[in-house]
């Protein structure tokens, strides 16, 4: 019975075991060339430069677990950022509230265009958002056409410093949490894992398919406005291209952290190693002087050993 269990575990949470072990091994690598790495400070400097990513990196996850794909997320990214930047008015308090509550708001209309798009169209994922990407980054642009803005200082200092820097650190666990049980625990999350491993048959069983796809498309576009708001915290400005990279860089994470492409499968748990990872390879480039052209190769590179450790447990 024990090696049952032991067993089940393994086939579950294997490849997220193994991903964090590779994990710890690349930050030991690290921290031979860079002594302070290993230090609280450092880990707040990575914390704050990636929680826009972890944002993004859960609402892939989401979508990537129906067996879809979104890759206009950075586009709502940069939406965000910019409508967030232009309704708030440093000093006015009021104005903190309604540029957070409107930023979340357009968010969820962007996830709610994709998913209605796609599931009363009836059309392919990576078509629908590659259209509504150029949508989402043509309206930053056109509200935004050149970088510029301010934040509220003690919103911003909040957000990215609050608590000795603990205040995106207690975010992070919150929405993880958040994340995982709605993943894991809820009837939603079945549903949601239903759908992403075989859409007929979870049909067949009386799940309401299209309305747990158009929900996942919703939540990861609020978990991108999320990611806006700390971007203009942390910028204390807006940029309409800040969000160019953040899809391709959020399938990378989530599939390096063991969610399979071909859905039903993954850990938001496994998403944040990815993010890390990811992290961490851009920092040690930076350390050793690499151009950042060669980043983009390495992330291209890691990604298709992600996609090819996938298909070979599969097989298995």
């Not at 964090?20 to 704050?48: A, H």
């Not at 990537?64 to 309704?87: K, P, Q, R």
């Not at 909040?158 to 207690?170: C, H, I």
């Amino acid at each position: 019975m024990k090696e049952k269990l032991n067993s089940n575990f393994w086939k579950r949470n294997g490849h997220t075991v193994l991903i964090y072990v590779f994990l710890f091994v690349m930050m030991m690598f690290v921290s031979v060339f860079n002594k302070d790495f290993f230090t609280w400070g450092n880990f707040k400097n990575l914390l704050r430069s990636s929680f826009p990513l972890f944002m993004v990196g859960f609402g892939q996850t989401l979508i990537i677990l129906t067996g879809g794909i979104d890759l206009s997320l950075g586009g709502i990214v940069a939406l965000s950022n910019v409508v967030c930047v232009m309704i708030m008015n440093p000093g006015d308090k009021m104005s903190i509230v309604l540029a957070v509550a409107a930023t979340l708001l357009v968010g969820l209309i962007c996830g709610a265009v994709n998913g209605a798009v796609i599931t009363k169209g009836r059309l392919a994922p990576i078509i629908v958002t590659i259209a509504t990407t150029t949508i989402f980054d043509g309206t930053a642009l056109l509200i935004l056409p050149k970088p510029g803005g301010s934040v509220d200082k003690v919103f911003a200092k909040f957000l990215t410093r609050g608590w000795s820097g603990f205040v995106p650190l207690l975010f992070l666990i919150l929405i993880v949490l958040l994340i995982r049980n709605l993943t894991n625990q809820t009837p939603y999350g079945k549903a949601l894992r239903a759908v992403g491993g075989n859409e007929n048959a979870a049909y067949s069983t009386g799940i309401q398919v299209e309305k747990v796809k158009f929900f996942a498309y919703c939540i990861a576009g609020v978990l991108c406005a999320v990611a806006g708001i700390f971007l203009s915290a942390q910028m204390n400005s807006a940029d309409a291209t800040i969000g160019k990279n953040y899809a391709m860089n959020a399938i990378t994470a989530t599939v390096v952290g063991g969610t399979a492409m071909t859905g039903a499968v993954g850990d938001p748990l496994g998403t944040i190693a990815g993010v890390f990872i990811i992290s961490i390879i851009n920092n040690m480039l930076n350390l050793f002087g690499v151009s950042s052209f060669y980043q983009f190769i390495c992330q291209g590179l890691i990604l298709i050993a992600a996609l090819s450790l996938s298909a070979l447990n599969k097989k298995r």
